[in-house]
């Protein structure tokens, strides 16, 4: 594997108890001895006022699992998320970044979780965001991912999609995260992304 890696860092562990996600959320397959490649995505409702947090879904799923999601989605959504992030991002920079600060021993988590991928927006001025990473067994693999996505980049990525796969995305949502209403009603319309 030529994409460097690291421990994976507190940010993307259970929020509840501290330790790594070890388990697929679909399959329930293990992850951490297993070596499995997966990644991590987690929702935040942040209160700038006092600067608290809810984690509204955290999860961890690995790839083939991921894959199986997104060939529900329809193709046209599919382009749309291709489309909407190569308008937006320049994966291949923030990766070779990564990868010349990880062999320089200046690489830092929080530089890349500091920012909107999409707008560039500070993390502290965004009421929800979303967190993801790409991980291999116990390691973090610095691969574009990991990064942060606001609400307002959410809801406009939201709006390309089809009615189609924004249903299956809340359907998802509701079959394995088992959000509670009270919480769901913190997001935008967006509800879940997964990407
Ligand atoms: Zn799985």
């Known amino acids: 594997m030529n994409k460097p890696s ?12 501290g330790k790594p996600f070890s388990h697929c959320l679909i399959c329930e397959k293990e992850l951490i001895a297993s070596g499995a490649h997966y990644i991590i995505e987690k929702a935040i ?6 600067n608290t947090e809810d984690v509204i879904f955290e999860y961890a799923m690995c790839v083939t699992c991921h894959e199986e999601i997104m060939r529900h989605y329809s ?14 991002v320049d994966f291949r920079l923030r990766h070779n970044t990564m990868v010349d600060m990880a062999k320089s021993n200046t690489f830092a988590t929080s530089d890349w979780i500091r920012n909107c991928l999409i707008k560039g927006t500070p993390i502290e001025h965004l009421r ?27 809801d406009e990525l939201t709006m390309q ?33 997964i990407l």
């Open 6 to 17: 690291i421990a994976i860092p507190d940010i993307f562990k259970q929020s509840f108890n």
């Open 75 to 88: 193709q046209e959504s599919l382009q749309a998320m291709r489309r909407f992030f190569a308008e937006h």
């Open 128 to 154: 929800e965001y979303q967190l993801g990473a790409e991980c291999m067994g116990d390691q973090m693999i610095l691969s574009g991912m990991p990064y942060i996505i606001g609400g307002p980049a959410i």
């Open 45 to 50: 409702r942040h209160y700038p006022r006092n």
């Open 161 to 193: 999609l089809s009615n189609e796969t924004i249903d299956q995305m809340r359907g998802y949502m509701d079959q394995f995260l088992g959000v509670p209403p009270e919480l769901r009603k913190l997001l935008n319309d967006s509800g879940i992304l």
